[in-house]
């Protein structure tokens, strides 16, 4: 690593060019357009370009946007908070007391959820938490309830974490995984109590690990429309329940660019302020 | 301290977090096979009613087809896309990486939501969109960082003098990636196949957005869910997450049956 290369050969531009070339059409294509369109106007249903800031002054004068912008800063700020704490100790176990079979078993568990569908599992979420569903019927039988699950925050939060924790759990556990086992051992051989231990050896090294979990948690959260729609009731609406909805109603695709742009600038200030803290190495640590 | 209690307080624990991970899937399997219509506790009967209902439904069976398409080649693409980017951040230092790597590790931080408005109305600008390779291009952006992750991750295990060897021994640069890096990445590049399809297999805001007329089966899915509640949802998850398994499995079994091989 860190062979400084200035020659520009052949064989170092057939790795660095496709995904340039690929992402300048496929991605910053799109994103430059967006931004665009929320300066183009819509007439008849129909969108025309032009450079008015007509949808920008429609958009954040309304109380309604700021109320839904707040409402999903923290509802996903919840939910990745929620994610982090409750996915630890699992993590924590599986990665210093299990053995290495177990583990790759966990995580290899922990896969099989990207591989059926978010909606499906949303759905079953639906059935489970309904007045008369899966979990009050369980409920009933010792006695409680029925509670009112769906259309919650309750509701919203579960599924952000059907979403979430599966992903949240594997990158704990592979961080605290890759630790050198010798430098815990020495902290508690040094006299260091284990929630200490936990505290100033295990967390400062999986530090990048655990930042990139609860970045990813915040995203999926903050991006989603399926968990606050379905389970949530949408009666506070989030942002990309705004998004949906003013696509739907007349064809306002500038209008859901104004909120799209705003979603991402809040989301790139969170995420390179994260990023910076995760890749700044510490004091007197190995690279 | 840190005695038999934690040891079994912490197996309860694991256990819970499965249980959570597990239940929706577990039920959306029961409830597939059970006759009532919004399912509850104590259970109906038994019946493949379900089942039977989407076997014969034309449209279930295109959007199969079209989902294999779709997630098949996502995966190669971004796989390719993400061993090059992963492959030259390891490698070389350059003027501009920091830039270079945030366009491909962007994508995953701006929600889908948005990706699937931009990437609607820039395809249709082009005349690109209402494809079915619509979804693979727009795809391929949005999974090429997973694939580049894991990648990265094993390229990290990889002592940097392996390469320097080959080259020592007389290894051209290609001959060095094909007998050197490519083997050693070989489980990242399998994993990242698997991930990017299950990713694209899995994703439906965008698909629904840029597919126009072809639907893959996530977006059959989302209309039938928009509807009402209609237990046919449960058959064909349960199907999709019976193939997916299976090829995971598959590509589990290939793999490891292939690294013994090459240990003997």
Same mark, same amino acid.
């Given at each position: ?287 | ?110 929600? #889908?939501?948005? $990706?699937? %408005?931009?990437? +609607? =109305?820039?395809?249709?600008? @082009? *005349? ?5 390779? &619509? ?106 997450? #019976?193939?997916? $398994?299976? %090829?995971?499995? +598959? =590509?589990?079994?290939?793999? @490891? *049956? ?5 240990? &003997?």
């Amino acid at each position: 690593m860190n062979i400084v290369n200035r020659r520009l050969d052949l064989y170092a531009l057939t790795w660095r060019l496709p995904i340039i070339l690929w992402q300048l059409v496929f991605f910053v294509g799109p994103v430059v357009f967006m931004v665009a369109m929320s300066f183009f106007v819509v007439r008849n249903y129909r969108m025309m370009e032009a450079f008015e800031f007509a949808n920008w002054e429609r958009m954040l004068t309304r109380g309604f946007f700021w109320d839904s912008y707040w409402y999903t800063l923290f509802v996903a700020s919840l939910s990745a908070t929620i994610a982090m704490c409750v996915a630890f100790p699992a993590a924590w176990a599986l990665a210093f007391r299990a053995s290495e079979s177990v583990r790759r078993w966990a995580i290899f568990l922990l896969v099989i959820p990207f591989f059926t569908s978010y909606l499906v599992r949303t759905f079953s979420w639906y059935v489970i938490l309904a007045e008369s569903g899966v979990l009050n019927a369980m409920l009933g039988y010792i006695g409680l309830g029925p509670f009112r699950m769906l259309n919650t925050h309750f509701g919203t939060i579960v599924g952000y974490l059907t979403l979430t924790l599966p992903l949240v759990v594997i990158l704990q556990t592979v961080s605290m995984a890759n630790i050198d086992k010798t430098l815990v051992e020495a902290a508690r051989n040094l006299g260091c109590k284990p929630l200490a231990t936990i505290w100033r050896v295990v967390l400062p090294l999986s530090k990048t690990g655990f930042i990139v979990a609860a970045l990813f948690c915040f995203i999926l959260a903050f991006g989603d429309f399926v968990a606050p729609f379905y389970l949530g009731g949408s009666q506070e609406p989030t942002l990309p329940i705004l998004i949906l909805d003013t696509t739907k109603s007349g064809q306002q695709w500038p209008r859901a660019a104004v909120v799209a742009i705003m979603m991402m600038l809040t989301l790139f200030t969170i995420a390179f302020t994260a990023i910076a803290l995760a890749y700044r190495k510490p004091k007197g640590a190995r690279a | 301290m840190m005695g038999r209690g934690l040891n079994i307080f912490l197996g309860l624990y694991v256990g819970l977090i499965f249980a959570f991970v597990f239940a929706p899937i577990l039920f959306s399997l029961v409830f597939s096979l059970n006759s009532q219509r919004f399912p509850t506790i104590p259970l109906g009967e038994f019946t493949l009613e379900w089942y039977v209902q989407i076997w014969n439904d034309e449209d279930v069976w295109q959007a199969v087809r079209n989902s294999v398409i779709v997630s098949s080649s996502t995966a190669v693409l971004a796989t390719f896309l993400g061993f090059c980017t992963a492959y030259s951040d390891f490698r070389y230092n350059f003027r501009f990486k920091g830039p270079y790597l945030a366009l491909i590790l962007l994508p995953p931080t701006i929600p #889908l939501i948005i $990706m699937a %408005l931009a990437m +609607l =109305a820039w395809l249709s600008r @082009i *005349g690109l969109s209402g494809q079915l390779w &619509s979804i693979i291009l727009a795809h391929s952006v949005l999974t090429a960082p997973f694939a580049m992750a894991l990648i990265r991750l094993r390229l990290h295990q990889m002592d940097p003098d392996l390469e320097a060897a080959a080259w020592n021994l007389g290894g051209s640069e290609w001959q060095a990636m094909r007998h050197v890096i490519v083997p050693f990445c070989a489980p990242a590049i399998v994993s990242a196949l698997c991930l990017t399809a299950a990713i694209s297999f899995d994703e439906f805001a965008v698909s629904w957005f840029v597919s126009g007329l072809n639907k893959t089966v996530p977006i059959v899915i989302l209309e039938i869910v928009q509807g009402n509640i209609d237990p046919t949802v449960n058959a064909i998850g349960t199907f999709v997450f #019976l193939t997916s $398994m299976t %090829l995971v499995i +598959l =590509a589990q079994v290939i793999f @490891i *049956g292939r690294q013994i091989k090459s240990h &003997s």
